[in-house]
Structures are given as structure tokens and as C-alpha cells.
């Protein structure tokens, strides 16, 4: 279970400029609160508040520890569409901790040197161990609570692909039609659901989205739901739906005609109310892909 979870893709949301201000911003908090208040009272701790040299060497340290923080998130940030497993997320968090550990470390010793620290045990590796702890704690713990809000807070906004094998409804299920697009509320209420062969696309509007799909009677319908188009991205990753620019996701079912053209690939659904779809050249490769699978 752990290995199969490690080795999931890392929810790409969790990188997002928002999330990752918010995650550094908690950390630096309750970093700060955990240093000052708890590793005081152990025996190879030395922050001080106040004035004085050893304050500035707390506050030097503090703010090199919070720079590293940044510049990994950035990293993160900046790798989010590479695929990121949460083996790898997690990795590179403790990569952090041990290198704030080994700062951390490389402070009191020179601290110590120049007379500014003075403490009983100086045992490198001693005063190392203490520091990762720190670092695990003053990290990891903020880490994990950011983490677990923005999944509680996404998961009212996820439109989900249900498998209805298992689910009882008040209709048959018939063979090939057990999964169903499922449009939740802000409360989790189900509010939408719609076989994927009636879906055409999904469009994004500011912070909402716009279903377009067909009803029992063949009629072109619009739905919209507050939701980030990247959410859908994400959670139909292994399904029909295919992001082909940064406003649109399709239905690959639905796809007629893929056209050529000097501004660039276009779709043409097969519907005389929905406009031609543009592909932009970040999405073509793999719309082209998708399409070629399926013909």
C-alpha cells in the first residue's frame, strides 16, 4: 500500500502558485512559533529574541532556512507538469529538512567557534540528529496540514469519474455504461451526471467551467459549475476527456474532424452550435496522439 502510494502522480493542484505561497507561509509561522517556544527548553538549542549577536545569528539563520524553503517550492513550481510522483515530493521535502539540518549544525559549530553559542554537547553527530528532528517537526508538520486542507478544500470543487458497479441507483446500469461523469457542489452534494458519450466539452470561464453536452432529446445543453479547468485535467487523467488549450478540454469520442491550418490544429465536434475548438501547441502532440489511437 505505502510503495503503490509513493509511486502515484503527486496532484499537480498541490504545486500551484496559491497553495505553495500558502504552505510556505504556514511554515514560516509555525516554524517560527515551534523554534522559539519548544527547542528552548532542549539542551542544544540557542535562539534567542531580543538584542545582542546571538539574536542575529537567529535571525540570520532563520531567514537563510525560510530562503531555502522558497527556492524549493519554486523548484516544485517549476517541475509541476513533469510528473511528480508523491515518492519524489517526499523526497525532495526531506531534502530540505536535511539541508536545514546540516545549516542548522553548520551554525552552531561556528557559533560555538566564535563564542556566540555556548553549549554543553557539540557532538556533531548528536547536534546533527537533534536537527533533523527539528526540521522533520517544524516542516513536516506544517507540510502535512496545508497538504491536508487543500485536498479537503479541492475535493469540494472535484468533478469525479464514478464507477456505478458499486454504486446503487433507482436505474439499470447497462453493459458499457457504468461510468459516469459526476459534477459535485461546494457542499459535496451530487448536482450533475452524465454519461461520457453525452459530454462534448468542457470549457473554462474565469472560475467556472461550462459542460456542454446533449440531453435525452438531443438537445445541445450548457451546465456550469464553479470549478478550475485544471482540476478536470487532473482528475480525468486515463479518460476520453483530452486538454487542448488552456480554455478547453474535449471529448475524444466526439472529435469529427481534426483540421490543419497556419494558425494550428483545430477539432470540429460534429455540432453546428459549437465553434471550431483551437489546439494550441502546447496540447497538439498529445491531441494528435489521443486522436490517432482512436482512428
Not at 553527530?125 to 496545508?146: D, K, Q, T
Not at 459530454?199 to 445541445?220: A, H, R
Request: charged content about 20%.
Amino acid at each position: 500500500m505505502a510503495r503503490s502510494s509513493l509511486g502515484e502522480r503527486y496532484p499537480a493542484f498541490l504545486l500551484g502558485k496559491h497553495q505553495l505561497v500558502l504552505t510556505v507561509t504556514f511554515t514560516a509561522f509555525f516554524s517560527l512559533v515551534f523554534l522559539l517556544v519548544c527547542i528552548p527548553f532542549s539542551h542544544n538549542a540557542w535562539f534567542q529574541l531580543g538584542g545582542g549577536t546571538a539574536f542575529m545569528f537567529t535571525l540570520v539563520f532563520y531567514l537563510i532556512a525560510v530562503s531555502v524553503v522558497i527556492s524549493s517550492k519554486v523548484g516544485l513550481y517549476m517541475l509541476r507538469s513533469s510528473g511528480l510522483s508523491t515518492g519524489h515530493v517526499v523526497l525532495w521535502n526531506m531534502a530540505e529538512v536535511l539541508l536545514i539540518a546540516l545549516i542548522y549544525s553548520f551554525f552552531t559549530i561556528e557559533g560555538s567557534r566564535f563564542g556566540i553559542i555556548d553549549l554543553e554537547d557539540m557532538a556533531f553527530g548528536s547536534l546533527f540528529l537533534s536537527a533533523v528532528v527539528y526540521s522533520l517537526i517544524s516542516l513536516g508538520v506544517p507540510y502535512a496540514l496545508v497538504t491536508q486542507y487543500l485536498l479537503i478544500e479541492e475535493k469540494d470543487k472535484t468533478i469525479r469519474l464514478m464507477d456505478y458497479k458499486s454504486v446503487v441507483v433507482d436505474t439499470p446500469v447497462t453493459p458499457g455504461g457504468e461510468q459516469r461523469i459526476t459534477l459535485f457542489d461546494n457542499g459535496g452534494a451530487l448536482k450533475f451526471s452524465i454519461s461520457p458519450d453525452n459530454l462534448y466539452l468542457i470549457e473554462s470561464d474565469d472560475n467556472y467551467i461550462q459542460v456542454w453536452y446533449t440531453d435525452s432529446g438531443g438537445n445541445m445543453k450548457k451546465y456550469m459549475l464553479r470549478c478550475r479547468l485544471k482540476t478536470v485535467e487532473e482528475s480525468f487523467a486515463d479518460s476520453d476527456l483530452v486538454r487542448c488549450h488552456r480554455k478547453y478540454i474535449i471529448n475524444i469520442r466526439k472529435v469529427r474532424i481534426l483540421t490543419s491550418s497556419k494558425d494550428g490544429y483545430g477539432i470540429d465536434l460534429g455540432s453546428d452550435v459549437i465553434p471550431r475548438i483551437p489546439v494550441s501547441k502546447t496540447y497538439a502532440q498529445a491531441v494528435l496522439a489521443r486522436f490517432n489511437s482512436r482512428t
